[in-house]
């Protein structure tokens, strides 16, 4: 939020400097972005009177300026304004300044011949307005040569960010009354001349849906003037970011951004029959103050009347009932709506106002009246017309709480000593009210204020919270003992794993559209965020990939030729009785070329389904799953290709990882070129250690005998999976056979249909002697007999 010094001195009294507010701002918790000095970038403009105008010889809209600074002798300026006289007084722009609308250095040059010393501005130039008819005109009074920026009244500009919780700052009364609770002056109200009210309201308004508005209090003022709103209120805007409209609107958004208070004018002679508080009906659409249309659904508040929607309650007005040069009668409006109605709303239409974002983080619910009295007088003063009487519909909720408070808790919760008196002072200085017995009554306003601990929290904050003493964390004596998890370590450990094999980690959001979350639930109920940040964003994943595929997608767009992604995450899934559940993963993506084009390899090689399974396989050794007794299963999900995925097991049931090449509809649902494989990595399903035994590696000690090698020939059955033949081979004799491996798999010529021939090399390991001819054979024929289990038949 951002407002000048000069706004901030009409509700503080104080001498601080702009460097002394933003370091009180920082200490009690309201960050400073940033300090803007208009008086740096007027730097060099001055006030000056046009003593002649002559037309210019070479140019029929240009003229020849005699202009006086008050020193020397006058200047001669080239300006081509309509509104340049002789006698006129105005901004100079000398030799050197910059011009800030367009960050051009005025220098001396000649213009169709003619000198120029500088350069006579416009109020947009100068980046006050948007007015750009002519050169700007002060006063008679406007002392010539004087700095314009002093003149002007220019103001240091403060941005501050507000955190969330902190609604009651979103106007420059809160950071005020912050600043004088601080010590930084004393906290005052501006005052204006209450206004009052002249006969019944003329229009009806009503409520017809309470949860959505609680309350809408009104009034009519008639015979108003709408022109230009006063400078001041125009500075204040300007410091702001705000760009002045006009006297009404002005009013309205200078009363959000100094009180906090969102409200709205509506022209009288536009609107047919009550304002109603309603939700929306299917499929009515509004055209928004910012020119767009918008289409409504029944979950949505607005405001209407007999013709029609007028108003997306607390985000944005209407155009058709907006208030322009020639209203005459107008409506104002301040009501209370729900936080969590205005958030819906907003996220649906992907519309963000300064209204939303104050509703949405929960306004001052006892501000109405008050409100609105502020609004009317501050029209009224400017624009005349007659009030008529307030008419209110519905009451605000009553949010206000009293809490039980222990002074002696902010020493042992904060970690600093403050006084009992110190403490009921600051407390006093935020408007809360103490009692003798420390029952604390909060204002309606502080919705974060749930607890005894959020009271230490606004004593420490603004008694300082620098002054507040480091302390050591206790430890114990000693080696630290780890503290990491088994499951942290586990992840360190694949994490490592997967760095080094080339795999780039990626971090990517947990949300998902529901689409695409969707698209990988495999019959889970998912988990639906009531509250998310965008409609985008609703679903929390339920898979890593659908992240990691975006991320592939993205890099492709821009170029990348491969991507080899990972990530280690959550899933997040509804139980069966509707509890919330997460489970730690890990999942990969390969994308795009595994090796570019040479003179070695030809054309560029793609991914595929092995590709996925050896990293999956290296993970999981990795982790300390026991690869060699997995089995390697069909069923690895519909997003998957049949016939090039598969899930690794151990046991029928409990699935370790699951791999392949992606099916082309999940390619196409995530707008990605294929070939794609992928792997997801379950960590919760890889057994645990039984005991601390064998933490540290055994002492490598070399077989002291040589190793025998075997081949075997099999005929098998061509559905057999290869996987299957080497694990029953590999357990024939798990004292000799220390490896297995298939080395060859033949289909064709002198093999018979609908089988297939798959050679095993099988690694024979001596203990304390060599292996006799006889010890091999019957080895041998316990591989053949193990192999004949699964219907393989010996080759040779």
């Known amino acids: 939020m951002k407002f000048s010094l000069e706004w901030l001195h009409d509700f503080l009294e104080t001498d601080a400097s702009v460097a002394q507010v933003a370091a009180a701002l920082n200490a009690i918790g309201h960050e400073v972005e940033g300090i803007e000095d208009p008086a740096e970038t007027l730097a060099g403009f001055r006030v000056a009177e046009v003593l002649e105008a002559a037309p210019h010889p070479d140019a029929d809209k240009l003229q020849v300026l005699s202009v006086s600074t008050g020193e020397g002798e006058p200047m001669q300026i080239v300006c081509g304004a309509p509104n340049a006289r002789a006698g006129m007084k105005g901004v100079l722009g000398l030799p050197g300044a910059i011009v800030p609308a367009n960050g051009m250095r005025l220098r001396k040059s000649a213009i169709r011949g003619i000198e120029s010393n500088g350069m006579m501005c416009s109020v947009r130039e100068l980046e006050l307005g948007d007015e750009h008819g002519g050169i700007i005109e002060l006063p008679e009074d406007a002392p010539v ?393 609703k679903a929390m994943r339920p898979s890593l990939l659908p992240g990691l595929l975006a991320a592939a997608r993205r890099n492709a767009d821009r170029g990348a030729a491969g991507s080899r992604l990972f990530e280690i995450g959550r899933r997040y899934f509804r139980g069966p009785d509707g509890a919330s559940d997460e489970k730690p993963t890990l999942g990969l993506v390969l994308a795009g070329e595994k090796r570019a084009r040479g003179w070695a390899g030809g054309k560029a090689q793609g991914f595929d389904a092995y590709d996925a399974k050896a990293e999956a396989l290296a993970l999981l050794e990795a982790a300390g799953a026991p690869v060699g007794n997995l089995m390697v299963m069909g069923e690895a999900g519909p997003q998957f290709h049949p016939g090039q995925s598969a899930t690794l097991r151990l046991g029928p049931k409990n699935v370790l990882a699951r791999f392949g090449t992606l099916h082309p509809n999940t390619l196409k649902a995530f707008d990605i070129d294929g070939p794609v494989v992928a792997a997801e990595l379950f960590l919760d399903a890889i057994p645990a250690r039984k005991s601390a035994a064998g933490f540290a590696r055994p002492a490598y000690a070399p077989p002291a005998l040589q190793a025998v090698m075997r081949d075997f020939a099999f005929l098998v059955p061509a559905e057999l999976a290869a996987g299957d033949l080497v694990r029953a081979v590999r357990g024939a004799d798990k004292a000799a056979i220390v490896d297995a491996r298939v080395f060859d798999v033949f289909t064709g010529q002198g093999v018979e249909p609908g089988h297939k021939s798959v050679a095993v090399e099988v690694v024979l390991q001596p203990g304390e002697k060599s292996f006799t001819d006889a010890e091999i054979k019957a080895i041998s024929d316990k591989v053949v007999a193990a192999a004949g289990k699964l219907g393989a038949e010996l080759r040779a």
């Open 145 to 537: 040569g004087a700095d314009f920026a002093a003149y002007h009244g220019a103001s240091p500009v403060l941005d501050v960010a507000i955190t969330p919780n902190r609604p009651d700052c979103m106007g420059v009364m809160g950071i005020a009354r912050d600043l004088a609770a601080a010590g930084i002056g004393t906290f005052r109200l501006p005052a204006l001349a209450p206004v009052t009210g002249e006969g019944a309201c003329p229009v009806e308004v009503r409520i017809e849906d309470a949860d959505g508005c609680p309350a809408w209090y009104g009034r009519v003022i008639r015979g108003v003037a709408n022109g230009a709103s006063p400078e001041w209120m125009q500075r204040r805007l300007l410091s702001a970011g705000q760009r002045p409209i006009s006297a009404i609107v002005d009013a309205t958004n200078y009363l959000m951004f100094a009180y906090g208070r969102p409200a709205h004018a509506y022209d009288l002679a536009k609107l047919a029959g009550p304002l109603v508080a309603r939700r929306a009906r299917d499929g009515e659409k509004v055209l928004a103050l910012n020119e767009k249309t918008y289409t409504l659904d029944p979950t949505m508040t607005v405001i209407a009347d007999d013709a029609g929607v007028h108003d997306i309650a607390g985000i944005m007005g209407g155009e058709h009932s907006g208030v322009t040069a020639e209203t005459r009668d107008i409506v104002l409006e301040i009501a209370y709506f729900d936080p969590e109605h205005i958030g819906v709303t907003g996220r649906k239409l992907g519309l963000a106002s300064d209204a939303r974002t104050r509703f949405e983080r929960g306004v001052d619910p006892a501000f109405l009246d008050e409100g609105l009295a502020l609004l009317t007088a501050l029209i009224v003063e400017t624009c005349g017309g007659t009030a008529s009487e307030v008419v209110r519909a519905g009451s605000p909720p009553d949010t206000a709480r009293t809490v039980a408070f222990d002074p002696g808790l902010t020493r042992r919760l904060g970690g600093v000593e403050i006084a009992a008196d110190e403490q009921r002072r600051i407390l006093g200085a935020l408007d809360f009210a103490a009692g003798d017995d420390w029952q604390v009554a909060c204002p309606a306003r502080r919705h974060d204020i749930e607890g005894p601990a959020d009271l230490v929290e606004e004593v420490v904050r603004i008694h300082g919270l620098d002054k507040i003493e480091s302390m050591p964390l206790p430890r114990a004596e000693g080696v630290a003992r780890p503290t990491a998890t088994p499951l942290q370590q586990l992840e360190r450990k694949v994490r490592r794993s997967a760095a080094a094999r080339g795999l780039n980690e990626a971090v990517t959001w947990s949300f998902l559209p529901m689409a695409e979350a969707g698209h990988f639930a495999d019959g889970h109920d998912l988990w639906v965020l009531e509250n998310p940040i965008s409609e985008d964003m």
